[in-house]
């Protein structure tokens, strides 16, 4: 009995010590693996929606607040009070738009919806504290790392999955797919995999990649560095056949840098040549080799924004000149199969039968009626002698590029009956295209028009504070939204809590840069290549926020924040056991005695002198 106690007693111990870095581990492989499926809506109206990650999260932050409380667990850090700072001025933000410059209704609707968003950029924020606390030796950073690779694989193969045997897909693309529906991909859709849209997934690949990339190049083993680089080359895949073209511009960018800092890690001119040109020459020949194969889909969007901007069309067409010099038409030609060909000899499956595909919205609709609420799309009144038009006007004579079929716009009208019954109606209505849509392109009109504009506006409001989260897309004050986007997380930033706001915010990305460039040349190789890699992958998400709300998405925001904490909490683990061993040397007896020394010596009272 004594020793099953005693053993007990030591798993306890055990668990004890070990629980926070199992949650962390944990999180860091959930939150970009499980798929968006809602538990419930805080706000039925609104599109965002409780998930499991959020109860785990939730979970792990009390057990993270105990281990600090009983002093296991450490968070003090630069970061700490700049995150601290970001939220007083959150806080700020918040009730100055509802007391003084009432850009939100004193309602509950409407400052729960603003709540929602401040306590939603909080949780992101817990992330970066939980893996900061978590790791307390190397072995945790490694296991970590080891973890998000196999996280990134993971994502990969069910983005295969997806494509190409129909693996579920959980969107949250618009107010009907965020209910949980389960879809399926459709011929010329974009693969998303267990993200919830193809932005965001993209997103995720530009921070994941050049880390994983750093940690290739730098790695001891050549089992391990061979891994790490099929890795990085399938996940270069899926983001292709994401078809974004932001984050795979941030992606280049984010490569470059990985690829250069670790050039002028090297020592010696000839090795940084080598390595530099290399590494430039495989990046270029592989990446050239996946678009001929499966970058039909991204090189026809590019082609768009090429064919708009001539000198950036000249810029491009000088970098297929040097394409050709490295891998000529005539060798692409020559390659033994075709992109159809290979595409044809891909393993595959058949469309689920009766299954929902991402572009039926109508059928999803009807999935989510038991679920949905008339107020999911706010219906406009009709007096009872009107009745909503059965079908659309004619469709126009030209498109907008990149938009193939003109689908018109579904819109959810009420009628009135006689015996005052009210009754909703799915209605048809005609898209209208602006003639900058159809000059340039849609996506990059609605930003310039729309978009943008109105971040500028609620900046100018109120520069020092803004107008409050969640306020930016209202046409009106009252008008309640039942999704917020601005797709630009700068001006996002700098609508919603002005200056203030955008200092605190981006002050904490300064912090994660200025440690990665300090340890770029560490002695540790995993350090040097965790400061690469999150150089890399920061500079490319920042340039990816240009064009997207990058860090208002939970899975990219959240995974992001950790890889942060991971770093930074293994500096600081390593700064306090270098201080731990300087007070060895001078008290050279156990630990627990070397402390009581130090103690003993800050406490005895200092000598007089006479003068």
Not at 4 to 16: E, G, P, R, S, V
Not at 160 to 178: A, D, H, I, K, L
Not at 497 to 519: D, E, H, K, P, S
Request: hydrophobic share 45%; charged share 15%.
């Amino acid at each position: 009995m004594t020793t099953f106690t005693t053993q007990l007693k030591k798993w306890a111990n055990w668990l004890d010590d070990h629980l926070l870095i199992i949650l962390a581990s944990i999180l860091l492989a959930f939150i970009p693996l499980y798929p968006k499926i809602p538990l419930w809506s805080p706000i039925e109206q609104y599109i965002v929606r409780v998930r499991a990650e959020d109860l785990l999260i939730g979970l792990t932050v009390i057990v993270w607040a105990i281990q600090v409380l009983r002093k296991k667990a450490r968070f003090v850090s630069a970061m700490f009070w700049m995150v601290v700072a970001y939220a007083v001025v959150g806080l700020v933000s918040t009730l100055v738009a509802i007391f003084v410059i009432k850009t939100i209704p004193l309602e509950p609707l409407h400052v729960g919806k603003t709540l929602l968003h401040y306590f939603r950029y909080l949780e992101y924020f817990s992330l970066f504290f939980i893996l900061y606390s978590a790791i307390k030796k190397r072995s945790h950073l490694v296991l970590a790392v080891s973890i998000f690779a196999l996280t990134v694989l993971s994502i990969a193969l069910y983005g295969y999955g997806q494509r190409y045997f129909y693996f579920p897909v959980y969107s949250t693309m618009n107010r009907e797919f965020s209910k949980g529906v389960r879809l399926y991909l459709t011929q010329y859709a974009r693969v998303q995999s267990t993200f919830a849209g193809h932005y965001d997934m993209a997103a995720y690949l530009v921070i994941a990649l050049p880390l994983l990339l750093a940690v290739a190049y730098r790695a001891r083993k050549r089992a391990i560095s061979l891994g790490l680089h099929f890795i990085f080359w399938i996940g270069t895949w899926l983001l292709i056949l994401s078809a974004s073209r932001t984050p795979f511009a941030a992606f280049i960018a984010g490569v470059g840098v990985v690829i250069l800092a670790t050039t002028l890690n090297k020592t010696g001119i000839k090795q940084k040549v080598w390595f530099f040109t290399t590494r430039s020459a495989i990046f270029v020949v592989m990446s050239a080799l996946l678009f001929y194969y499966f970058g039909a889909d991204m090189t026809e969007r590019l082609s768009h924004v090429v064919n708009s901007q001539p000198a950036l069309k000249s810029v491009v067409d000088t970098l297929n000149n040097q394409r050709r010099m490295i891998i000529s038409d005539q060798a692409l030609a020559s390659l033994p199969l075709t992109p159809q060909q290979l595409q044809e000899r891909l393993p595959k499956g058949n469309p689920p039968s009766g299954g929902i595909s991402t572009d039926d919205v109508t059928a999803a609709a009807a999935a989510t009626a038991d679920v949905a609420s008339s107020v999911d799309q706010p219906p406009s009144p009709l007096t009872p002698t009107e009745k909503p038009s059965p079908s659309p006007s004619p469709k126009p004579t030209q498109l907008p590029a990149g938009v193939y079929e003109d689908i018109p716009d579904q819109v959810v009208v009420a009628t009135v009956s006689a015996t005052g019954e009210t009754t909703y109606i799915t209605v048809a209505k005609p898209r209208v295209y602006s003639e900058c849509a159809l000059k340039q392109e849609l996506s990059l009109c609605i930003r310039q028009e729309t978009l943008w504009p109105r971040a500028i506006e609620g900046f100018l409001s109120n520069p020092i504070t803004g107008s409050g989260y969640a306020t930016l897309t209202k046409e009106n004050i009252d008008q309640f939204t039942e999704a917020d986007s601005t797709d630009n997380n700068f001006l996002r930033t700098l609508g919603e809590t002005g200056l203030l706001g955008f200092i605190t915010f981006y002050g904490c990305v300064g912090i994660i840069l200025y440690a990665a460039i300090r340890n770029l040349r560490d002695s540790d190789y995993l350090v040097s290549a965790m400061s690469v890699g999150l150089l890399g992958g920061s500079i490319g998400l920042l340039l990816n926020a240009i064009y997207i709300d990058v860090f208002a998405a939970s899975k990219v925001a959240q995974t992001y924040w950790a890889l942060a904490g991971l770093f930074l909490g293994y500096l600081a683990v390593r700064d306090r056991l270098a201080k731990e061993a300087e007070q060895k040397a001078v008290y050279p007896a156990t630990s627990t005695l070397a402390k009581e020394g130090v103690r003993h010596a800050k406490a005895k009272p200092k000598k007089k002198t006479r003068v």
